[in-house]
């Protein structure tokens, strides 16, 4: 249709842009390249259009490998370098599609040179997106001691960011291990800043605590009114590392292993992330450190049962942490231990512990996702255990009628949905093989009579 009108009307600009977005939407570059020029020639003063033919080429380029860096790449890169001679590059996006191209060409020497040059003045949405990209460039080129220091300036001005921490660990060591092997043109001495020995790492992560108590203890009002997960968990990542090297001082050079995950827990254990956090290190701790860590930490909440009765949670953020230490101990593997009493004793603990926690979600919405949900889920996954052990079935239609009521609390929780649905097709191949075991025996029967 809008071929059709171009043709009658080749000089209408509203019609070329229909038409370029029509092959957008089928995804033909090579139309869409023409029609960007069209629209280029037909409006020369507006530089998307001449982009939207740059983007459109290096799109083929995605689409032909075997073309991409011989023909696609390198016209469109002389494409944008015309413009930069010229002095009409105007905007940011412009000089994304250049960096995008030399990235894409393997070219990261100049695409530094960029980043460095006057083009990045325009580069003004992302403040940190010229550092970030910078530090990448510089990891693609292997340079492991300027790549350390610029993760150690990116972790100084963005302390919570998890892949930078990781990033600065892994050059650590690259810079560890060629230190050690003495790899000539790895390291570059003259850069003290880089971390290239465990002590300097341990000295970083330990000085970025400090600076997150300190910016919520001394500073009035607080930087952060909330503790940053980032160089926790840095300390945690370095043990894992030191450990998986076989470092026979893995569990020395910070410390207790216990005691810092504990202090992981104290900080974090009321947010939902923390449960997915500690799994990644559960191997720091033997088995009967993870034992004693999940009974001090029961024991610190204070709502452990007392003369048969169960003492109830206050508040919100003490179910978070007591649902954190359920399903630590779970994944530990110590509800697979229990006998079938205790494992039904504790069924039994969290329905209730269920039953009241509902109050404190009585304002949410019907979208919403009650606060207590999880002690449903860990209590389905009991009966479900016991069921296995026992191979007594009416304790899965215990816990399929207590998913259904938990449902009508928490319409929207998918974990519920799945597992109700679950059960209900258990249930329907149940009653399946009594009825067929039924039909069975009444064919028997009327045998046997003739």
């Known amino acids: 249709m809008y071929e059709n009108a171009y043709k009658k009307k080749p000089d209408s600009e509203e019609i070329l842009n229909a038409l370029f977005m029509a092959y957008v939407r089928i995804g033909n570059y090579k139309k869409q390249q023409q029609v960007a020029m069209a629209l280029h020639k037909l409006r020369p003063q507006k530089n998307p259009y001449y982009f939207w033919a740059v983007m459109s080429i290096v799109m083929q380029a995605y689409e032909n490998e075997n073309l991409a860096n011989s023909m696609f790449l390198p016209l469109a890169g002389k494409m944008v370098e015309k413009f930069i001679n010229e002095g009409r590059l105007e905007a940011e996006a412009e000089v994304r599609i250049y960096l995008i191209i030399l990235q894409s060409m393997a070219k990261f020497e100049e695409a530094l040179k960029v980043l460095k040059g006057p083009l990045s003045e325009k580069l003004v949405s992302e403040p940190d997106f010229p550092s970030f990209l910078e530090v990448e460039l510089l990891t693609k080129l292997e340079l492991w001691t300027t790549v350390n220091t610029a993760y150690k300036r990116l972790i100084e001005s963005n302390p919570d960011s998890w892949q930078c921490y990781k990033e600065y660990l892994r050059s650590s060591f690259i810079l560890i291990d060629a230190h050690s092997n003495a790899e000539e043109g790895v390291v570059n001495c003259s850069d003290t800043a880089a971390d290239d020995t465990v002590e300097r790492v341990v000295e970083f992560l ?151 926690g509902l109050k404190f979600g009585e304002s949410l919405t019907s979208t919403d996702q009650q606060y207590v949900d999880s002690y449903m889920l860990l209590l389905i996954h009991l009966l479900h255990d016991v069921a296995v052990s026992t191979k007594n079935d009416q304790y899965i239609w215990h816990a399929l009628v207590l998913l259904e009521m938990s449902l009508t609390k928490s319409p929207t929780n998918s974990q519920l949905k799945l597992l109700a649905i679950q059960l209900r097709i258990y249930a329907v191949l149940q009653f399946v093989r009594i009825a067929g075991n039924q039909a069975h025996s009444a064919r028997h029967f009327r045998i046997c009579r003739l």
């Open 206 to 356: 330990s000085t970025m605590v400090r600076r997150d108590r300190d910016s919520r203890e001394s500073a009035t009002p607080p930087q952060l009114p909330y503790p940053i997960r980032g160089p926790y968990l840095g300390r945690l990542e370095l043990l894992r590392i030191l450990k998986d090297r076989n470092d026979v001082n893995w569990n020395k050079v910070l410390g207790n292993p216990l005691e810092l995950i504990c202090q992981y827990y104290d900080q974090f254990g009321d947010k939902p992330c923390c449960f997915s956090d500690l799994q990644l290190y559960a191997a720091l701790l033997s088995e009967s450190e993870k034992q004693q860590m999940i009974t001090e930490l029961l024991a610190k909440l204070g709502i452990q049962s007392q003369d048969g009765q169960i003492v109830m949670a206050t508040d919100i953020k003490v179910i978070q942490r007591h649902i954190l230490l359920i399903q630590l101990s779970r994944y530990y593997g110590f509800h697979r231990q229990m006998e079938m009493e205790k494992c039904l004793s504790l069924a039994e603990e969290l329905l209730q512990r269920y039953t009241d």
